[in-house]
């Protein structure tokens, strides 16, 4: 009984939140024929001075109309799932810059915290300016996504719900509640080697050693938790070398997931959405890949936190050397191929998927202490958009 009644309501969940809108096939066919009868009359009339069809022309126009008011399924699953990650990025970088970033109209909420902020510089000095900035795109890319659902009559995606979460209490935050947590991080910092390897992909099940092991060792602050945390030096600079780490660990994955994702659409307008929103999150993953690389090395006095110096042994050379930021050429496809340079994992269904991507981020403790009813829709959330495929 119990059983069948927390079936009911995880499906009553997916009713409510996971409702992808009906493929408007009659309308596909309506057009087709439309144009196939239209066509005829005019196209005695078609030929320009430059010999151009004008039917060519008007044809093409209706053909994109018909691309974009025709989305599948699987393309408001995509986009819905691409959505609430980009909700979940949004709130974890809004705490990100309330601390540490520039709170202005573009990006408003908190006042900063000194302490933290100067730990943040010591990784580079525009390092307020790049967090208000990924925190207005990541703004800009839920806004437009659910926008875009909504113009085609696909339910947008409203977490709020869900803000249940207690944030930092340390003064420069602002006191509202959450839907992540950055206060116990276990922060897995593979993608660190993963991009410098020169024979390795997720792909083929190849697995990387993380640049910090100490960050998958227990659950660490990437921000202040409380005023507590501003002191002593050592603790609160771990605390922003944290936050730099996982500044790439986030985007690396936002990287990943959006070309893994767009190999399931099928509407060419939707692929658009994919293919220039997540080149985005690249620019922030380099960004943030040679930020990183700045951590001071050192040890937290409070809790034993190493971060190493990434230059010398027993790390150094390629798999560490902190300037070597951009993707190592490695296998892709085929190891009969040449090496090439690439984003990694990208194989759909495979490591990078959407389901891949909540695991990740629930292993990186990013939603401790969310409810069930949380991970119920994130996920179906998930499996929906990892279900498109091309066509369907
Ligand atoms: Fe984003």
Do not use: C
Request: zero cysteines.
């Amino acid at each position: 009984m119990e059983h069948n009644a927390q079936q009911a309501q995880k499906e009553k969940i997916m009713e409510e939140n996971v409702q992808p809108s009906k493929r408007p096939s009659s309308r596909r066919s309506f057009l087709r024929k439309g144009l196939v009868a239209g066509g005829a009359g005019t196209i005695g009339a078609a030929l320009l001075a430059n010999g151009l069809a004008l039917p060519a022309f008007a044809e093409e126009r209706d053909r994109d109309k018909e691309r974009s008011d025709d989305l599948t399924s699987g393309d408001v699953a995509i986009l819905r799932f691409a959505a609430a990650i980009e909700i979940l990025e949004t709130d974890l970088w809004q705490q990100y810059n309330e601390l540490g970033g520039i709170q202005d109209s573009e990006v408003p909420g908190g006042s900063g915290s000194a302490p933290y902020i100067n730990g943040l510089l010591q990784l580079d000095g525009d390092m307020s300016q790049y967090i208000h900035d990924n925190t207005e795109d990541e703004i800009s890319h839920f806004t437009f996504l659910n926008a875009y659902l909504a113009s085609k009559g696909a339910n947008p995606v409203d977490l709020d719900k869900f803000r249940t979460l207690k944030g930092s209490q340390a003064t420069g935050a602002q006191d509202k509640k959450r839907l992540t947590n950055l206060m116990q991080l276990t922060v897995d910092t593979s993608w660190w080697t993963r991009y410098r390897s020169r024979t390795q992909n997720p792909d083929f099940g190849d697995t990387f050693p993380p640049a910090i092991p100490g960050l998958l060792k227990g659950q660490f602050p990437a921000i202040p938790r409380s005023n507590a945390d501003l002191a002593p030096a050592n603790h609160i600079q771990a605390i922003a070398n944290t936050a730099g780490f996982h500044f790439g660990f986030i985007e690396q994955g936002g990287s990943s997931l959006y070309p893994t994702l767009a190999q399931g659409a099928t509407n060419l307008e939707v692929l658009r959405i994919l293919l220039s929103i997540g080149p985005v999150e690249t620019s922030h993953f380099q960004t943030w890949h040679d930020k990183a690389g700045n951590a001071p090395a050192l040890t937290d006095p409070t809790n034993g936190l190493v971060f190493p110096d990434l230059n010398a042994a027993p790390f150094g050379g390629e798999d560490f050397q902190t300037n070597l930021i951009m993707p190592e050429p490695t296998i892709f496809l085929s190891r009969s191929l040449p090496a090439v340079s690439i984003i990694r994992p990208t194989q759909i269904a495979g490591s990078g998927g959407a389901v891949a991507t909540v695991k990740a981020w629930t292993a990186d403790g990013l939603f401790i202490g969310q409810s069930p009813e949380f991970f119920t829709v994130l996920q179906q959330l998930a499996e929906q958009a990892d279900a498109a495929r091309r066509g369907f």
